[in-house]
């Protein structure tokens, strides 16, 4: 059985402690470990002007296995 992993969108600035903590703490259950990645936003071109998309952080959480996140 494998174990459950979600994935969110996070602040650049936290790191994987800190989200941990944070989602152990929003929905009641025990996390085993936690991946990131950063991406840098896109340039996009909208008729004669560039503009950038905002770069972004997303975290990968894996839960004990047996628990799982109750969204619905």
Do not use: C, W
Request: aromatic share 8%.
């Amino acid at each position: 059985l494998a174990s459950p992993q979600y994935s969110f969108l996070v602040d650049i600035k936290a790191n994987k402690i800190e989200i941990a903590r944070a989602v152990e703490q929003a929905f009641g259950v025990e996390v085993v470990g936690v991946n990131t990645i950063r991406s840098k936003g896109k340039v996009k071109t909208m008729r004669r002007h560039t503009g950038k998309r905002a770069d972004f952080k997303k975290a990968f959480v894996t839960l004990k296995p047996g628990s799982q996140i109750d969204l619905f």
